[in-house]
C-alpha cells in the first residue's frame, strides 16, 4: 500500500518534472528547430550537409553571444537599442588597431575594454541618473553610429594582418565562435541560475523594491549587469570583425533588433524578471536556420523578414497562452 | 495694501518659475538658442525658404509622433511604424502599378492598409495582451517583410503630375504637407488636452488597473491609438511617395527611433501618464532644425545624429535634475 502510493507520487513528481521539460520555451524551441530540420530536410537533403549546418552556427554565433547580454539586461528590466551600433564600432576600432600594427591580442582586447566602459556609462545613468534605458540608448545608439559614419565614412578595412580572424580558426574540426557561443552560453546560465548575484538580476527585475528590502542593491546590480553585457557585447564585436576579411565600418543595419528578438523569442520576458540565455540561443540558431531554409526550399529570400515576423509572433503567442494555461489551473 | 502687492508678485514669479521649470520651457529655452547661434553662423538658415522647406522634410516624422505621444502617454509603444510605412508606400505603387487601380483608389487602399495594420497591433495588444514593444518588435519585422515579399526590390515611378501635389505643391505659399501637419497637431491637441478621451489615456498611463475600475473603456481606447498610429503611418507614407517620387521597400527605415526620440524629448515620459502634444510639435521642430543648421554650418550629415542623441540625454537628465531640485525645495 504504501509502496503504492509512493509510485504513484513518484510517478506525478516524473510526469511534473516532464511537464516543466515539455513545457519550458526551450523546449518548444528545440522542437520547432527540430522540426523545421526535419521538414526542410525532406523537401531538399542538402540543407542537412554539415557545410551547410556549420555555416548556420557560424554566421551567427555573434548574434548569440550578444544576446547573453542582452538578456540579462531585459530580465533586470531594462533594454540596450545601442548595441548594433556598439558592434559596428567596436569590430571598426578593432579592424583598425590590427592595421595599423598592434599587437594582435591588443585589438581583440582594447574593444572589449571599450565596451565595458560604455556600458558603465550607460549603467550609471540608468542606475544612479534614473534616466530610462530605453532613452539613454536611444541616445547612445545615435551618437556611436553618427560617431562611426562621420569618423570613418563607411570605408572598408583589409590587410589585416595574419593571426588577426580568430573566428576563423578550428578546433577538434569545429569553428572557434560555436565553442564561444555553446561555452559563454552554458557559462551564463550556471552563473544566473545559481549565483547570488546572478539570482540579483531576476530579482532587481521582477521587483525592485522586494529586491532593496531584502538587501540587494539596485544600483549596484544594474552596473554589474551593463558591465556583463558590455564583455559580451565585447566579444561578439570580435567574433563579427574577424569572422570576413574585410571589415565594413559601418552599423550592421537592423543589427540591434536581432539580438533583441533573439532575446524577446527565447522567452525573455520584456517586462522583467523571467527567462534564460539558453533561450536566447536557441531562439538565434532558430532564426538563423530558417533564413537559411528559404533559399533551400525555394522561397525568394525577400519573403525572409515576413517569416521570421510570423515565428516571432507565434513564438510569442504560443508563449502567452502556455502561461495563461498555467496559470488558470492555479 | 503692500502684501496684497506682494501676494501678486509671488504668484506672478510662481507662474513664471512653473512655465521655466517645465519640460516644454525648457526645450524652448534650447530652441531659442539653437536658433540663435544656428542665425549666426549661416545666413542661409533663417529665411522663409528654408524654413519652409524644412516643413517639408518634417512632416512625415512630425505626423507619425502625434499618435506616438498617445500611445508613449498610455505606457506602450509603436515599433512598427517604420514598417507600415514601407509597406503602405509598397502598396501604392503596387496596386497602381501592378493591380491596375486608378491612383486615387490606391491611395485610399493605403491609407485602409495603414489602418488594418495599426488595427492587426492594437486587437492583440488589447485582446492577447501581447506586450507593446513585444507585438510591434514582431510587425517591425512582418510588415517590413511583406514590404520586401510584396515589391521583391523593384521600385515604382512615373506617377502623374496631380500626385506630387501633396509632397512637392504649395498651398498659398506653405508647403502642402505643412498644412496637413498643422491640421493634425491642433486635433491632436484639442483630443489630449480638452476631451475625455484625452484625459482618459493619462489615466491608464498612470495606473491602467485603476482606469479599468473606473469603468473606463481601456481596450476599446488602446485599440483606437494604435490603429489611428498605423492610419498617420499611412498618410505619412502617401506624402513620403509623393515628396520623392518614387516607391521603395527600405523606405522609413528607422522612422521609429526618429519619430520616439522626438516624443521623449518632447518631455513625453516613457513610462507613461506624462506628455504633452505642445512638448511633441517642439521636439521634432528641435531636431530638424537642428539637423539643417548644422547641415548648413558645414557639419556633415553623420556628425549631426550625434548632436541629437546628446541633445536627447541631456534634455532628459536637465528635467530630471530641474525636477529633483524643485521638489527637494517643497
Known amino acids: ?330 | 495694501m503692500s502684501l496684497a502687492n506682494d501676494t501678486v508678485r509671488t504668484r506672478t514669479a510662481e507662474l513664471l518659475r512653473g512655465l521655466l521649470f517645465r519640460h516644454e520651457g525648457i526645450l524652448l529655452g534650447i530652441l531659442a538658442a539653437a536658433l540663435i547661434v544656428l542665425a549666426l553662423q549661416s545666413d542661409r538658415f533663417l529665411t522663409v525658404d528654408n524654413l519652409l522647406n524644412q516643413g517639408r522634410l518634417m512632416a512625415e516624422i512630425g505626423l507619425v509622433a502625434l499618435p506616438m505621444t498617445f500611445i508613449i502617454i498610455t505606457g506602450g509603444i509603436d515599433l512598427s511604424v517604420g514598417s507600415i510605412m514601407g509597406l503602405c508606400v509598397i502598396v501604392v505603387g503596387y496596386s497602381w502599378k501592378n493591380l491596375g487601380l486608378p491612383l486615387e483608389a490606391a491611395i485610399l487602399v493605403t491609407l485602409a492598409t495603414g489602418t488594418a495594420a495599426g488595427f492587426i497591433n492594437g486587437w492583440f495588444i488589447t485582446h492577447v495582451k501581447v506586450p507593446p514593444l513585444i507585438m510591434t518588435l514582431a510587425t517591425l519585422a512582418l510588415y517590413r517583410g511583406l514590404a520586401e515579399g510584396i515589391s521583391q526590390a523593384r521600385s515604382v515611378r512615373g506617377y502623374p503630375e496631380w500626385f506630387f501635389v501633396f509632397g512637392q505643391g504649395d498651398l498659398l505659399g506653405v508647403p502642402t504637407q505643412l498644412w496637413i501637419l498643422l491640421v493634425a497637431i491642433v486635433v491632436a491637441w484639442i483630443v489630449l488636452a480638452r476631451t475625455t478621451f484625452g484625459r482618459a489615456l493619462y489615466a491608464i498611463g498612470h495606473n491602467e488597473v485603476a482606469a479599468r475600475f473606473s469603468g473606463l473603456p481601456v481596450d476599446g481606447y488602446k485599440l483606437a491609438i494604435y490603429t489611428f498610429s498605423g492610419f498617420m503611418a499611412g498618410l505619412a507614407g502617401f506624402i513620403f511617395v509623393s515628396r520623392v517620387s518614387t516607391t521603395r521597400s527600405d523606405m522609413g527605415t528607422g522612422l521609429e527611433l526618429d519619430v520616439i526620440a522626438a516624443v521623449v524629448l518632447g518631455g513625453t515620459s516613457i513610462f507613461g501618464g506624462v506628455g504633452t502634444i505642445a512638448g511633441t510639435t517642439i521636439g521634432f521642430v528641435l531636431i530638424q532644425l537642428l539637423k539643417n543648421g548644422l547641415a548648413l554650418t558645414g557639419v556633415k550629415g553623420d556628425a549631426t545624429i550625434v548632436v541629437i542623441g546628446t541633445v536627447l540625454i541631456l534634455s532628459i537628465l536637465i528635467t530630471n535634475f530641474v525636477q529633483a531640485r524643485r521638489a527637494g525645495e517643497r
Open chain 1, 1 to 330: 500500500m504504501a509502496t503504492a502510493t509512493q509510485t504513484v507520487r513518484a510517478e506525478s513528481f516524473r510526469l511534473a518534472g516532464l511537464r516543466r521539460l515539455f513545457g519550458s520555451q526551450e523546449a518548444v524551441l528545440l522542437g520547432v528547430i527540430l522540426l523545421l530540420f526535419v521538414v526542410v530536410g525532406g523537401i531538399n537533403p542538402r540543407f542537412l550537409a554539415e557545410r551547410n549546418l556549420e555555416s548556420i552556427l557560424l554566421g551567427n554565433a555573434y548574434v548569440a553571444v550578444a544576446a547573453i547580454g542582452m538578456s540579462m539586461v531585459i530580465v533586470s528590466g531594462n533594454i540596450d537599442i545601442s548595441v548594433g551600433s556598439l558592434i559596428g564600432v567596436l569590430a571598426t576600432v578593432s579592424g583598425s588597431l590590427a592595421v595599423a600594427g598592434a599587437p594582435i591580442v591588443v585589438s581583440w582586447l582594447v574593444p572589449i575594454g571599450i565596451s565595458v566602459l560604455v556600458m558603465l556609462v550607460i549603467g550609471f545613468m540608468v542606475a544612479y541618473l534614473r534616466i530610462p534605458s530605453i532613452v539613454v540608448t536611444l541616445g547612445m545608439l545615435s551618437i556611436l553610429k553618427g560617431g562611426l559614419i562621420s569618423a570613418t565614412g563607411g570605408k572598408w578595412i583589409s590587410n589585416l594582418p595574419p593571426g588577426y580572424n580568430l573566428a576563423q580558426n578550428e578546433l577538434l574540426g569545429v569553428p572557434l565562435p560555436i565553442y564561444f557561443m555553446v561555452g559563454l552560453t552554458a557559462g551564463a546560465a550556471v552563473w544566473m541560475r545559481y549565483s547570488a548575484a546572478g539570482r540579483a538580476i531576476y530579482a532587481v527585475g521582477g521587483n525592485a523594491e522586494a529586491a532593496r528590502l531584502s538587501g540587494i542593491s539596485r544600483e549596484r546590480t544594474l552596473m554589474m549587469v551593463f558591465a556583463i553585457h558590455g564583455v559580451f557585447v565585447g566579444i561578439a564585436a570580435i567574433l563579427f570583425a574577424t569572422q570576413l576579411s574585410i571589415i565594413q565600418s559601418t552599423v550592421p543595419p537592423n543589427l540591434e533588433l536581432s539580438i533583441i528578438t533573439a532575446s524577446v523569442v527565447g522567452g525573455v520576458s520584456i517586462l522583467g524578471g523571467t527567462g534564460t540565455v539558453i533561450g536566447s540561443t536557441l531562439a538565434a540558431v532558430l532564426i538563423a536556420a530558417i533564413g537559411s531554409s528559404l533559399i533551400f526550399v525555394g522561397i525568394s529570400p525577400y519573403w525572409l523578414r515576413a517569416v521570421q515576423g510570423t515565428l516571432i509572433l507565434l513564438t510569442v503567442l504560443a508563449d502567452l497562452l502556455r502561461r495563461r494555461r498555467r496559470t488558470a489551473r492555479r
